[in-house]
C-alpha cells in the first residue's frame, strides 16, 4: 500500500508542502479540478520542484476540453516530468459542466470511453481516427485524420473516478486504475464487484489496477468530533451533488446500507434545512469513509482498507504547513508498518 496527498497547490506552503510530503515517502500527489483551478498547470510547476513523486490529476473534468486538448497537455506534463503523470479523468456533473463550462451533460459514459481511446492514441503517436459514440475525429470532410506533430510520449497511467455500476465496470475494463470516493472498506464488494467484473471481461483481474482511495486524515484524540464534523460535511454531497434522481454518491451510500438516513438527509436540504440536513447524517459515513482517531486507532482502519484491496490511500490533511507534514510522515510510517504484515 502506498500513500498519496491531495492537494491544492495555489501558493509557496502548497508547494514547500507538496515537497516535504516526497522527503517523508509519500509517492504521489493529486490535485484537484473543480470551478477554481485547472489540475494540470500546477502539475507542471511541480515538475520542476519534485524529483519521483508522481503528478497525477484528482480529477480532470472529461468533456471541458477536447480529448486531443486534454491528451496534449498530458503529454506536455509526462514530457516535462520524465514520465511521471497518473491521469485521473471524471465525468463531473450536470451543474458544473452545463452551468459553468456551457457543454451538454450527456453520454457521460460513452463520453469518458472516448476519451481515454483518444487520449491514448494521441499519446502513442498513431494517427487520430476514432468512430466513437460521443467524439468522432476527423469530422466529415475534414479529410484524413491527423498524427500528432510530437514524438510519443510514455504510456499515461489513467485513472477513473466513478461510483455507478456501469461506469465502475467500465473502470475495470479500461482504466489503470480507479479512484473511489464514498466508500467504506466494511462494504468494498458494493464498488469493487463490477469493477472486477469489467476486468475480467477485457481479460484480466481486479489486480491490474491501482485502487486510489481518498480519505481526510487526523490523528485525534476525540473521535466523536471528528467523526460527527465530518459527516456534517457530507450534508452538501448528499443533499445537492448530481442531477434531482441522479446523485451516485446518494446511491452509493445506499448500496452501502444507509438508504433511509440518505433519504431523509437529501429531503431536508433540498427543504432548505441545511443544519438539520448536517445533523441528520450518520456518524459511520463521516467515520468510515475517512482516517480519524489517535494512531492505534488509524492503524485499524489501515489494516482494513488493505484488507479490503485498496492499494493507494489519498490523504486529505489540513491545518498548519508543519502539521500537514507531520501527518503524512505518520500516516507513512503506519502504512509501512502494515505492509509489512502479511495480509490477514
Do not use: C
Amino acid at each position: 500500500m502506498q500513500v498519496g496527498v491531495s492537494a491544492m497547490v495555489a501558493g509557496p506552503d502548497d508547494v514547500e508542502f507538496v515537497r516535504a510530503a516526497e522527503r517523508v515517502g509519500a509517492t504521489s500527489v493529486w490535485v484537484p479540478e473543480a470551478w477554481g483551478y485547472d489540475a494540470l498547470t500546477p502539475l507542471a510547476h511541480l515538475a520542476a520542484v519534485t524529483d519521483t513523486i508522481r503528478l497525477a490529476t484528482g480529477i480532470v473534468q472529461v468533456g471541458a476540453r477536447t480529448p486531443a486538448m486534454l491528451a496534449m497537455q498530458a503529454m506536455s506534463v509526462q514530457q516535462l516530468s520524465g514520465g511521471r503523470l497518473l491521469l485521473g479523468l471524471g465525468a463531473s456533473g450536470p451543474r458544473i459542466m452545463e452551468a459553468w463550462h456551457g457543454v451538454p451533460f450527456t453520454k457521460p459514459i460513452a463520453a469518458m470511453r472516448d476519451t481515454i481511446e483518444i487520449v491514448r492514441k494521441v499519446a502513442a503517436g498513431e494517427r487520430l481516427e476514432h468512430d466513437g459514440e460521443v467524439y468522432r475525429l476527423p469530422l466529415k470532410g475534414a479529410g484524413r485524420g491527423i498524427r500528432s506533430m510530437v514524438p510519443p510520449v510514455a504510456a499515461i497511467p489513467i485513472y477513473v473516478a466513478s461510483l455507478g455500476p456501469r461506469s465502475l465496470e467500465q473502470t475495470g475494463e479500461l482504466a489503470d486504475g480507479w479512484l473511489g470516493n464514498a466508500f467504506m472498506p466494511e462494504h468494498a464488494e458494493v464498488f469493487l464487484g463490477p469493477i472486477r467484473t469489467g476486468a475480467e471481461r477485457a481479460g484480466r483481474s481486479l489486480a491490474a489496477l491501482d485502487l486510489a482511495m481518498p480519505v481526510a486524515v487526523e490523528f485525534t484524540d476525540d473521535v466523536d468530533e471528528a467523526g460527527r464534523r465530518h459527516a456534517d460535511g457530507y450534508a452538501f454531497t448528499i443533499g445537492a451533488m448530481g442531477a434531482p434522481g441522479r446523485n451516485f454518491y446518494n446511491r452509493a451510500f445506499t448500496e452501502q446500507g444507509y438508504g433511509d438516513e440518505v433519504h431523509h438527509v437529501y429531503e431536508l436540504w433540498q427543504a432548505g434545512r441545511r443544519d438539520e440536513a448536517a445533523a441528520a447524517v450518520p456518524f459511520d459515513i463521516g467515520f468510515k469513509t475517512n482516517l480519524l482517531g489517535p494512531p492505534d486507532m488509524i492503524r485499524e482502519r489501515v489494516e482494513r482498507y488493505r484488507r479490503a484491496g485498496i492499494t493507494t490511500l489519498q490523504a486529505k490533511v489540513s491545518g498548519s504547513l508543519q502539521q500537514r507534514i507531520d501527518t503524512i510522515a505518520h500516516l507513512v510510517d503506519i502504512v509501512r508498518d502494515v505492509s509489512r504484515d502479511p495480509p490477514t
